[in-house]
């Protein structure tokens, strides 16, 4: 197996585990407190979630394997690398705000920086590869949606 593969197969059971682990956080409100919330015209149904997530953390995962096989020794690999990991925690951090703790409005104040950070780490990436950097994208996307709604969440609520 190449070492481009092996960093991509080890960075998207990295990047599933902190989905599994967030999972936890959402699954102890998402059928009690979520439920009672008061919610926009454009929610999504509840079960679009976990196959989105799926399948955001693992283009996150292909994309920062991508970049880690470009070599870890190398100032602008690391520098997207620490990007990548601290948006990855910030991304868990807003689970646990939001539906561990209830709430909304800080979920909103770390959401926004959640969205600052990809946006740097999709600067970064692109610095060291291209692809991945476009990998990213869709992250942002729905990271982007994810904001309108958890700010239409709070303010309805």
Do not use: E
């Not at 951090?93 to 920086?113: E, T």
């Amino acid at each position: 197996m190449s070492k481009t593969t092996t960093r991509i197969i080890i960075s998207v059971a990295i990047c599933l585990a902190v989905g599994f682990l967030s999972g936890f956080a959402t699954q102890s409100s998402v059928d009690t407190w979520y439920t009672t919330l008061n919610k926009p015209s454009f929610n999504p149904p509840n079960w679009i979630f976990a196959p989105v997530w799926t399948l955001l953390y693992i283009l996150m995962g292909v994309a920062a394997g991508m970049v880690w096989a470009r070599g870890f020794y190398h100032k602008w690999v690391k520098t997207a690398l620490y990007h990548f990991v601290f948006q990855l925690l910030l991304n868990a951090l807003w689970s646990i705000v939001f539906f561990g703790f209830q709430k909304p409005f800080w979920a909103m104040l770390v959401i926004i920086a959640l969205l600052i950070l990809i946006g740097l780490t999709i600067k970064w990436f692109k610095v060291v590869n291209r692809t991945a950097a476009y990998l990213l994208v869709p992250y942002f996307l729905w990271v982007c949606f994810a904001s309108i709604l958890n700010c239409s969440i709070w303010v309805m609520n």
